[in-house]
């Protein structure tokens, strides 16, 4: 009698296994979009913006590069801008190095 109830027992545990592996893919989608929103779509945003601001910028805006200068745009082409550090010293950056831009007369401030 023991036999009969253990293969019972056997035959039910494929349908358990089944449930567990939806549980399983239920769970990984849960944690992708869980990623995207926390991670990825964030990102985006911030690279999205980056790059308008990089487009918008202008000779004679003050801002800070990635390295951590200060400096007014004296000059702008394709890829490189030319930043005023002092009077008469000017340092060529690439555009995407530029991290904010400051509001006006920041710089005079700061002296």
Known sequence: MNV?????LAETAPAAQ??????TLLMMVLMF????FL???PQQKRAKEHKAMVAALAK??????????LGRIA???????TLEVAD???????????????????LKSMV
């Open 18 to 23: 089944q449930q567990g592996g939806i549980v």
């Open 4 to 8: 009969l109830i253990a293969d019972a």
């Open 39 to 41: 991670l990825i779509r």
């Open 33 to 36: 979009v869980a990623f995207y």
């Open 88 to 106: 008469g010293v000017q340092v060529k950056v690439q555009r995407q190095a530029v991290q904010a831009v400051l509001p006006k007369g920041t």
């Open 60 to 69: 004679g805006d003050e801002v800070v590069t990635a390295g951590g200068l």
């Open 75 to 81: 000059d702008i082409s394709e890829n490189f801008l």
